[in-house]
């Protein structure tokens, strides 16, 4: 696969999947095997865990909307650099819905193989998230 079609993948992923909340689409774009890195306690190593933790981030924030801010793709990988936004009007992380409003960036690294979407690299701000949204309280 060309840079550009691995990139249009990618997009797809994000136009569809995160922001039409279209869940299905990960059965067309990612390898049954994929495996997120990700600082976080949940691990992701397969499409169906990927599934369960999108489901969780459109769950808490159901107008979730992620920008794409830089699409950049070589070789076999897609660098997605994006400002996200939504509320917080379902639970998050085991605390109750807050209503408050959440605004993070991030980015995540894709790796394709074979017109699938197989590993991915993630970075997004989960402290800020959760200072906005008033799980962690804010310094000062």
């Given at each position: 696969m060309s840079a550009e079609q691995n990139k249009s993948i990618v997009r797809r992923w994000i136009e569809e999947g995160w922001n039409k909340h279209n869940l299905a689409v990960i059965d067309q774009v990612y390898a049954s095997n994929f495996v997120q890195h990700e600082p976080e306690p949940q691990t992701?190593?397969?499409s169906e865990?990927?599934?369960q933790y999108v489901?969780?981030?459109?769950t808490a924030f159901p107008d979730l909307y992620l920008s794409i801010?830089?699409?950049?793709?070589?070789?076999d990988k897609v660098?997605?650099?994006?400002n996200s936004?939504?509320?917080q009007n379902g639970p998050f992380m085991g605390m109750p819905p807050t209503g408050k409003t959440g605004n993070i960036t991030g980015i995540v690294i894709f790796r394709l193989e074979n017109s699938r979407i197989v590993e991915a690299w993630v970075n997004i701000?989960?402290?800020?998230?959760?200072?906005?949204?008033?799980?962690?309280?804010?310094p000062g």
């Open positions: 992701v190593n397969s865990a990927l599934k489901g969780a981030y459109l801010e830089d699409l950049i793709a070589e070789g660098v997605w650099r994006f936004t939504g509320h701000d989960v402290l800020g998230l959760l200072q906005q949204t008033g799980i962690i309280p804010m």
